[in-house]
């Protein structure tokens, strides 16, 4: 029993020592690396550690469904340097830019557009931030609602398919990454409806922060609009080629890419050296994200020895909180660790440690045979509390100390100080937190799409 407790002690004192080194900046792989190995060396001994090391790297690198995630950074690289970006916001522009506040309703539209082809969030925001930021300045936005909008607009690529960190989620629980594409679609569109709609309030209780302009001419608008048709043929075949069961998102990956490709060299706007430069960036992207993964391995690997993840589910289940209290409660660390931590350690570093938490409180691997827990399979579980935790997460990508989407968006809008940025974003921040309350009072808007297309 002692010997149980003096190794549960030293794990949480091991998540403290992470914690400090991520605050203090150390990168996130490297921080997880030295607590992981530190920590099995300190259980075991060092010689564990060296037999992890010689084979960890390989046994998760050569996941296939890892694969996929160079293919969509890619596929988001090539489409910035061919000019789909541009595209997207001349478009949304032509369509909304009349309204009142209407440019920042076509940034928001533009940036869930971006994220469709992309699936990161850093770069929908500073993508869409270089295009979009001009033209706000032109029509006199404010500084707030200009960068605040932007900064707000880059975290729907987190959660619209296809979505790097949903891609990771899914490997880490086991669940079927076709499936959580399909789960996110409505709650995507649902975050920018309520962006669209935080925008209209806005500009109505303080109408000079969101001008009204002219709009364009007939022949602009009808240009504009054909401008979006390959973000739409691209989007169009690689999520439908996934749903309709023609391939996997490997493969799916790998035709969006050779679609932007063909694009961008047809349309002239993706030059050799424009293709080399998406090339590094993707490589040096994927590097970071198969780093980080090593180090959430090692860690998990050195946790899971000491006991620390089961006993923390056997010490919640034990208090007799209801589920729903302990997934609130599961929410509120996700957005505290947000201030701390990007989005795609986060859900390597936590989900782990948190899942095994929520199958025991929802009755083991199916449902406890009295109908309590959750009420719902694994299966839909792990929906469910993967939509909740993307979304929570994007909390972290506009909040401080952090917010790297603020960092991201303030880099690129000179004169506007950061504090304005982040006050732009906090009407946004309210609008996703009543998304994670509707998402997570009715279960259903998650899991209705996947029941519907049979995936």
């Given at each position: 029993?002692?010997?149980?407790?003096?190794?549960?002690?030293?794990?949480?004192?091991?998540?403290?020592?992470?914690?400090?080194?991520?605050?203090?900046?150390?990168?996130?792989?490297?921080?997880?690396?030295?607590?992981?190995?530190?920590?099995?060396?300190?259980?075991?001994?060092?010689?564990?550690?060296?037999?992890?090391?010689?084979?960890?790297?390989?046994?998760?690198?050569?996941?296939?469904?890892?694969?996929?995630?160079?293919?969509?950074?890619?596929?988001?690289?090539?489409?910035?340097?061919?000019?789909?970006?541009?595209?997207?916001?001349?478009?949304?522009?032509?369509?909304?830019?009349?309204?009142?506040?209407?440019?920042?309703?076509?940034?928001?539209?533009?940036?869930?557009?971006?994220?469709?082809?992309?699936?990161?969030?850093?770069?929908?925001?500073?993508?869409?931030?270089?295009?979009?930021?001009?033209?706000?300045?032109?029509?006199?936005?404010?500084?707030?609602?200009?960068?605040?909008?932007?900064?707000?607009?880059?975290?729907?690529?987190?959660?619209?398919?296809?979505?790097?960190?949903?891609?990771?989620?899914?490997?880490?629980?086991?669940?079927?990454?076709?499936?959580?594409?399909?789960?996110?679609?409505?709650?995507?569109?649902?975050?920018?409806?309520?962006?669209?709609?935080?925008?209209?309030?806005?500009?109505?209780?303080?109408?000079?922060?969101?001008?009204?302009?002219?709009?364009?001419?007939?022949?602009?608008?009808?240009?504009?609009?054909?401008?979006?048709?390959?973000?739409?043929?691209?989007?169009?075949?690689?999520?439908?080629?996934?749903?309709?069961?023609?391939?996997?998102?490997?493969?799916?990956?790998?035709?969006?890419?050779?679609?932007?490709?063909?694009?961008?060299?047809?349309?002239?706007?993706?030059?050799?050296?424009?293709?080399?430069?998406?090339?590094?960036?993707?490589?040096?992207?994927?590097?970071?994200?198969?780093?980080?993964?090593?180090?959430?391995?090692?860690?998990?690997?050195?946790?899971?020895?000491?006991?620390?993840?089961?006993?923390?589910?056997?010490?919640?289940?034990?208090?007799?909180?209801?589920?729903?209290?302990?997934?609130?409660?599961?929410?509120?660390?996700?957005?505290?660790?947000?201030?701390?931590?990007?989005?795609?350690?986060?859900?390597?570093?936590?989900?782990?440690?948190?899942?095994?938490?929520?199958?025991?409180l929802n009755g083991g691997l199916y449902m406890s045979a009295d109908g309590s827990g959750f009420g719902m399979s694994t299966e839909d579980l792990k929906i469910w509390f993967g939509i909740l935790a993307l979304i929570v997460v994007e909390l972290g990508l506009i909040t401080p100390p952090v917010g790297m989407n603020v960092f991201v968006i303030s880099a690129l809008a000179k004169g506007i100080p950061m504090s304005e940025t982040f006050r732009g974003v906090v009407p946004f921040f309210g609008a996703e937190v009543a998304r994670v309350a509707v998402l997570a009072a009715f279960p259903a808007i998650s899991l209705w799409l996947p029941r519907v297309l049979g995936v």
């Open positions: 029993m002692n010997l149980m407790a003096d190794t549960i002690s030293l794990g949480i004192v091991s998540l403290l020592v992470l914690v400090f080194l991520i605050a203090i900046r150390v990168p996130i792989a490297y921080a997880m690396i030295l607590v992981g190995g530190v920590g099995i060396a300190l259980v075991n001994g060092i010689a564990p550690v060296f037999n992890q090391l010689k084979t960890l790297a390989y046994g998760q690198f050569a996941i296939y469904d890892l694969s996929v995630v160079p293919m969509f950074i890619l596929m988001g690289a090539l489409a910035s340097k061919a000019g789909l970006s541009t595209a997207l916001f001349r478009a949304a522009n032509a369509w909304l830019g009349w309204l009142r506040g209407g440019t920042a309703m076509a940034a928001i539209a533009a940036c869930a557009g971006f994220g469709a082809v992309c699936g990161s969030s850093l770069a929908t925001a500073s993508t869409m931030g270089r295009v979009a930021l001009p033209e706000l300045r032109r029509f006199k936005y404010s500084g707030s609602l200009a960068t605040g909008s932007l900064a707000a607009g880059g975290v729907l690529g987190i959660l619209i398919p296809p979505s790097v960190v949903l891609i990771i989620y899914a490997i880490i629980v086991e669940a079927n990454i076709v499936t959580m594409f399909a789960a996110a679609l409505v709650p995507g569109i649902l975050a920018v409806i309520l962006f669209l709609l935080t925008i209209a309030v806005i500009v109505q209780v303080r109408p000079e922060s969101g001008p009204r302009h002219s709009g364009v001419d007939a022949t602009e608008f009808r240009q504009a609009t054909a401008g979006v048709i390959p973000v739409l043929v691209v989007f169009g075949v690689v999520l439908g080629g996934i749903y309709g069961g023609f391939y996997n998102p490997t493969p799916a990956a790998a035709v969006g890419v050779a679609l932007v490709w063909l694009y961008g060299t047809a349309s002239g706007q993706l030059k050799l050296r424009s293709l080399i430069d998406a090339l590094k960036e993707t490589a040096r992207m994927a590097g970071m994200i198969y780093l980080i993964l090593l180090g959430a391995e090692l860690m998990k690997i050195y946790l899971s020895r000491i006991g620390l993840p089961q006993a923390t589910a056997d010490w919640i289940v034990a208090t007799g909180m209801a589920p729903m209290t302990v997934m609130v409660l599961l929410l509120l660390a996700l957005v505290a660790l947000g201030c701390l931590m990007d989005s795609l350690s986060m859900i390597l570093l936590v989900i782990p440690f948190f899942w095994p938490v929520l199958v025991d």
